[in-house]
């Protein structure tokens, strides 16, 4: 009993030490020098895991914090840690804590710093900073009384000096884009769109980074591209402010006049991304013929692939969906008959026998092949597959109507 009590206070003590690794991280984006002590300019990460584990956790400190701060233009970097208290190994069997700055460091470009006065002397650098690449669109958000200016560039690996910058810029995605990874900088096919926020300080103007975007180029057979959106972040103090589906058209503007481009596609996008998507591409479909309501009505056709093709780009897949999306809208859901007709639209798609809409399957599909689980689904009990289809067009339905929500306040 007593090693048991023991163990169990040795457990406790340890635990103690430690923290989550999501609210000890701080993040800055820093445009002058009182940023530094401002709380209201703090974020923090969505997720540590791609650093500190499963568990998102550090272990060896009380009280920490870790401080990441990136000057807003240059994103001049500094990362620092401070605690309270460090576990020592003398005390707690050889135990040693989390080297928290070397995980860090082996994720980060060199040239950051550890020292807050050598950074807050780095910050004037930030007056001469001029956004790489081309500007594509400008547009003004209002943020309370403010009336705020922003801009989009478009660039590449190629454009001088932005490899670097690109380097620091990328490592906000370990905590903000599950499963992400560093792309390969020496890959030409890659091209980079740029938010800025422009501001002036001084009457000097100055650019401050909020998100970016990139695509990657594919070939598709026999002389056609295939854009695929890859990485698509806005930095968290410039969320739900409507700057993805801005970022997201300005580069459709850039696709829809290029005969070689064949359609575009997002690779494995995120929940909250396929929202932006799916807003932007049902208000650009809510311009074409096809796609009013009389033609809504009766059922997905061909002349919807092919204006959605032709004039937008988009693959049929997406327009499928779009087409559903806007039927929902469209449809009276106090009409019984108009209502479960729709239901029973979508309700055929899902019941398919080979799906290749991995987002429909994806549970069964990690484990099973395409025939399999097309077998596995028609074996499946009446009453089985009845719940199954329900139960996804469920979710389908909720996701639709928080797109037709963000619709309709556009409009």
Request: proline share 4%; aromatic share 12%.
């Amino acid at each position: 009993m007593a090693g048991m009590t023991m163990n169990s206070l040795l457990k406790t003590r340890l635990e103690s030490f430690r923290c989550c690794a999501n609210d000890v991280i701080h993040f800055k984006l820093v445009r002058q020098k009182s940023d530094l002590e401002d709380d209201s300019t703090t974020f923090h990460p969505d997720m540590t895991h791609q650093l500190f584990g499963e568990q998102e956790s550090i272990f060896g400190y009380k009280d920490l914090v870790v401080e990441m701060f990136y000057s807003a233009s240059r994103l001049t970097t500094y990362v620092n840690m401070q605690y309270f208290e460090k576990i020592s190994p003398n005390k707690f069997d050889g135990i040693e804590p989390d080297n928290v700055m070397e995980t860090i460091a082996k994720e980060m470009p060199p040239g950051f710093v550890t020292n807050k006065d050598e950074f807050t002397r780095l910050l004037p650098k930030d007056a001469s900073f001029k956004p790489y690449g081309e500007m594509l669109h400008s547009y003004k958000i209002s943020k309370g009384n403010d009336l705020r200016n922003f801009e989009i560039y478009h660039t590449d690996l190629e454009t001088p000096g932005f490899r670097e910058y690109h380097e620091r810029l990328q490592t906000f995605i370990l905590f903000f884009i599950d499963g992400a990874s560093f792309i390969d900088v020496d890959d030409s096919r890659w091209h980079f769109y740029l938010l800025f926020e422009k501001y002036k300080v001084n009457e000097n103007p100055m650019h401050a980074i909020a998100g970016y975007m990139t695509v990657y180029n594919y070939y598709a057979y026999p002389e056609k591209k295939r854009p695929r959106v890859s990485q698509v972040l806005i930095l968290p103090p410039f969320q739900k402010q409507g700057h993805g589906a801005e970022l997201l058209q300005t580069f459709y503007n850039t696709c829809y006049s290029r005969s070689e481009i064949k359609d575009i596609t997002v690779e494995d996008p995120s929940e909250n991304f396929q929202r932006v998507r799916d807003y932007v591409d049902a208000r650009n479909c809510m311009d074409l013929a096809s796609f009013q309501s009389d033609k809504l009505q009766l059922g997905f056709s061909d002349n919807m692939v092919q204006d959605a093709k032709n004039k937008l780009k988009l693959s049929k897949r997406q327009t499928r969906r779009i087409y559903e999306i806007l039927r929902l809208k469209a449809t009276n859901v106090n009409d019984k008959e108009q209502y479960r007709s729709y239901r029973l639209d979508v309700k055929k798609r899902l019941n398919a026998p080979f799906q290749k809409n991995g987002r429909d399957n994806k549970k069964l599909e990690k484990v099973l092949q395409p025939n399999e689980l097309s077998a596995t689904m028609n074996s499946w009990p009446l009453e089985q597959r009845h719940a199954y289809l329900e139960k996804a067009y469920e979710e389908f339905e909720e996701q639709y109507k928080l797109v037709i929500d963000r619709l309709e306040k556009y409009h």
